[in-house]
């Protein structure tokens, strides 16, 4: 579990330390700080796909079918918060963080289904980093101004491809042992 808990602290760590040591981060300088930090984000990502995998604890429930198809659908709201984020759809205008957003929901749909230590600590650990990297950016950047409106034409690709990408991590889950529909 060790693992996992280093993961998720070194996640946490690597995203708000451009907002909680600005100074520090901006000595590093701009490509040399981005590459330290992605470093430090795939290692991140190994720790918690590794402790995740190796961890052990208590386990309070298990997958019911209503709670899959709310995480099913729940799911599907997050990867379209991701890819509205990206694509600076109307919803990435009255939204000011969408892929944080996208992040929540995504941790949340994760509790309904896995109620075990390990997805305490993982979807919980980054629904709580989430939350609080909302709070540190808009402490920081009080103001915020919409993206300028996006053409008609990527809502409706934000949301074949949030279907299609939907597919793949369902598929992606079943390839990895963790059946998405039950």
């Known amino acids: ?30 490509t040399a700080g981005k590459g330290i930090i992605a470093v430090l984000l795939l290692i991140s990502i190994v720790l918690m796909v590794y402790g995740y995998g190796r961890a052990d604890g208590a ?11 709310v995480n099913n659908l ?13 694509m600076k759809t109307g919803l990435a205008r009255k939204m000011r963080h969408p892929m944080l957003g ?4 995504w941790a949340l749909a994760h509790l309904l289904v896995n109620g075990d230590v ?25 103001d915020w101004t919409p993206p300028p409106p996006a053409p008609k034409s990527k809502e409706i690709v934000a949301v074949v491809a949030s279907v299609v990408i939907y597919g793949v991590i369902v598929v992606i889950h079943y390839w990895l042992g963790y059946p998405a529909f039950g």
Request: no cysteine; charged share 10%.
């Open 1 to 30: 579990m060790i693992y996992l808990f280093l993961g998720v602290l070194l996640w946490s760590g690597a995203h708000l330390f451009k907002r909680l040591a600005p100074d520090a981060r901006a000595a590093m300088g701009d």
């Open 59 to 69: 386990f309070f429930w298990g997958r019911h079918p209503a709670l899959v198809g």
């Open 74 to 86: 729940l799911m599907l709201l997050s990867v379209y918060l991701f890819a509205a984020s990206g």
């Open 102 to 105: 996208a992040v929540k929901v």
């Open 118 to 142: 390990a997805s305490f600590v993982l979807f919980g650990g980054l629904l709580a980093w989430a939350v609080v990297e909302m709070i540190v950016i808009n402490k920081s950047q009080p």
